[in-house]
């Protein structure tokens, strides 16, 4: 049976050629000093199926050889990376972001219509900055508080790792360290993550990671403010380790008048007092989990109210701990009749052999006291420092 081609497998002028391809920080790698190969025309975009220039290259040591997956028409299309297909701004699939910016996909499916409305794209982008993504929804929308809550922040290399050894699974593995897949147990094949679509990432639509993330978004904890309306303090913690009060004071003054801004560089925190409460409630609302200085997400908290932080503890009671097993009890205390000088008793006489005589005094060896030379009644001066006649 005779298979239809499309239009691009005749007309060439459609065809993407490019010199570097579109991708994301985590994709690139961490070496700056990378290579790269480039076949012209190599392979199918997955998504519009014209041919474009296929890279690839290796993220760094002990990692997996990449290359892009589609064209860079439909990268600018989404704003997203040619081979991991998540977004370039924040590092998410695009189920999240769009679902966050409440853009609607108007890209057609139909083979005829998708190739039409690329060839058209094609022809509006070259006017426009190549730099810019070409869906003006995703221009004019600013980034919600779920993109800034859910946003990545530093790369996450561990997606580059090599796939899991087949042969080391079924126990048949004869290169050992050489071997340049991972020797790990692979993942539970009912996983949900484990069944991806390329497709279904780049419209999407049933996509297990994005799933994921609006699972982990409605379960995430919220910063509700203490009781004591005294309290206008904010703690402010995971700073970079070079940044000044300036720069501090600058993204906090937005959301009202600062009273006082103490920087504790030691342990990479901070104090930021309101003049009123209102103001400190409105920051601690837009920058819990969303502020981001130099690649590091901040961590926001609520001061402690020194007023009730003393009383509190004395207030508290203690808790009762339960005797641990196997361990001896509490000793009694000790007799009366141990104590150095007892009232009712006359002190030892001053003689230094009557020490070892105490039974001649009537009572055996608990009728008189032990003491040591240095407190012999007679140096003390005791008024009864003679012992008794017999």
């Not at 919600?144 to 087949?166: E, F, G, I, Q, W």
């Not at 071997?179 to 049933?206: F, S």
């Not at 009762?320 to 009366?336: D, K, S």
């Amino acid at each position: 049976m005779a298979v239809s081609k499309t239009t691009n497998t005749y007309n060439r002028q459609n065809w993407e050629d490019s010199d570097f391809p579109i991708l994301c920080q985590t994709c690139l790698g961490d070496n700056p000093y990378i290579r790269m190969t480039k076949e012209k025309y190599g392979k199918e975009c997955k998504i519009c199926a014209r041919p474009f220039t296929v890279f690839r290259w290796c993220p760094g040591a002990r990692m997996r050889f990449k290359k892009t997956e589609i064209c860079q028409t439909c990268s600018k299309l989404k704003n997203v990376c040619q081979t991991c297909l998540l977004d370039l701004e924040y590092g998410l699939p695009i189920q999240v972001r769009d679902a966050a910016l409440k853009v609607q996909d108007d890209l057609p499916r139909n083979e005829v219509n998708k190739e039409y409305y690329i060839q058209n794209l094609d022809s509006q982008m070259s006017k426009f900055d190549p730099t810019q993504p070409s869906n003006s929804a995703l221009k004019s929308k600013g980034a919600s508080d779920l993109l800034l809550r859910l946003a990545r922040t530093a790369p996450y290399y561990k997606r580059n790792r090599p796939h899991v050894c087949s042969f080391w699974v079924k126990g048949e593995c004869r290169r050992g360290e050489e071997c340049p897949y991972r020797h790990e147990k692979p993942t539970d094949p009912d996983d949900p993550l484990a069944d991806q679509n390329i497709k279904d990432r780049y419209y999407g639509v049933n996509d297990p990671v994005a799933e994921k993330l609006m699972r982990r978004a409605a379960a995430m904890p919220a910063l509700p403010p203490p009781e004591d309306r005294t309290v206008t303090t904010l703690y402010i913690g995971n700073l970079p380790e070079n940044i000044l009060e300036e720069e501090l004071r600058g993204h906090f003054y937005q959301y009202g008048e600062i009273r006082s801004l103490t920087l504790v560089p030691r342990a990479q925190c901070a104090f930021v007092q309101y003049t009123t409460r209102s103001a400190a409630e409105h920051a601690a609302e837009k920058t819990f989990n969303r502020l981001v200085i130099a690649g590091k997400r901040l961590t926001i908290k609520w001061g402690k109210s020194q007023g009730r932080q003393g009383t509190s503890e004395k207030n508290d009671p203690q808790p009762v701990l339960e005797p641990v097993p196997g361990l001896p009890g509490t000793l009694p205390p000790p007799p009366a009749f141990l104590h150095p000088f007892p009232p009712q008793m006359p002190p030892p006489p001053n003689r230094p052999n009557d020490f070892f005589n105490l039974h001649h005094y009537g009572g055996g060896w608990g009728a008189w006291p032990l003491h040591y030379p240095s407190q012999d009644p007679a140096r003390l001066g005791h008024a009864h420092a003679t012992a008794p006649q017999t």
